[in-house]
């Protein structure tokens, strides 16, 4: 299976701030047909997670453009840029190129 | 509108089978996958597995040989089924639409005697 290891743990911040959350994945998530397929969500404080970025780079509906995500092969970066109150909570990664999917542990985003 | 929704027995006891239903509207099945995911109380994301719009599946390899999905298109109906459950299988289970496009509220299982 392929292992996502994301970090930090927990990142402190400030509103207003700007923040970077690393993916890496023990083997490279560039698919067959071209296409890499690591995606990142947030799951605020009792709720599901939603989706911010699908395949690196583009931001799902509705997403503002505070997130932004990139990186190639098996180096990825979401970043946040001027947080607001309602970015805080846990970040997952996940790719789906290899099955079974895998998910990083998350990162939890707090007011420092 | 898009929605998903879980719903199954909330105790479940050892060695036993979970059978979990997920209610899709708004989307079809034969045009989307559904995945069910978990997340076991405090803890991280664990994908679980998928069905795919034509039907075939895939599963988490630690769950496979335990596990199944399966769907009614008639009723826009995606069914879990996973056997000699334990108390690591208690989690809240969550049902998505794709690659987590849209998710269900989830549905807390908790495997006890």
């Known amino acids: 299976d392929v292992l996502m290891t994301q970090t930090p743990v927990s990142l402190p911040v400030s509103l207003g701030g700007q923040v970077s959350i690393s993916c890496r994945s023990s083997q490279s998530l560039v698919h067959s047909d071209g296409n890499t397929y690591l995606h990142w969500y947030l799951q605020k404080p009792g709720q599901s997670p939603q989706l911010l970025i699908y395949r690196v780079s583009n931001r799902f509906s509705g997403v503002p453009d505070r997130f932004s995500g990139s990186g190639s092969g098996t180096d990825f970066t979401l970043k946040i840029s001027r947080v607001e109150p309602e970015d805080l909570g846990v970040y997952y990664c996940l790719q789906s190129t290899h099955f079974p999917l895998t998910f990083g542990s998350g990162t939890k985003l707090e007011i420092k | 509108q898009v929605q998903l929704k879980e719903s199954g027995p909330g105790l479940v006891q050892p060695s036993q089978t979970l059978s979990l239903t997920c209610t899709v509207s708004?989307?079809?099945?034969?045009?989307?996958?559904v995945h069910w995911v978990r997340q076991p109380p405090g803890k991280g994301l664990e994908w679980v597995g998928a069905?795919?719009?034509?039907?075939?599946?895939d599963y988490n390899s630690a769950l496979k040989s335990r596990l199944s999905i399966s769907r009614d298109t008639s009723k826009s109906q995606v069914f879990l089924k996973m056997n000699s459950l334990q108390t690591e299988d208690t989690a809240i289970y969550f049902c998505t639409r794709g690659i987590g496009l849209c998710w269900g509220q989830g549905v807390m299982v908790t495997v006890s005697s």
């Open positions: 708004g989307f079809s099945l034969t045009s989307n996958s």
């Open positions: 069905i795919w719009s034509g039907g075939s599946t």
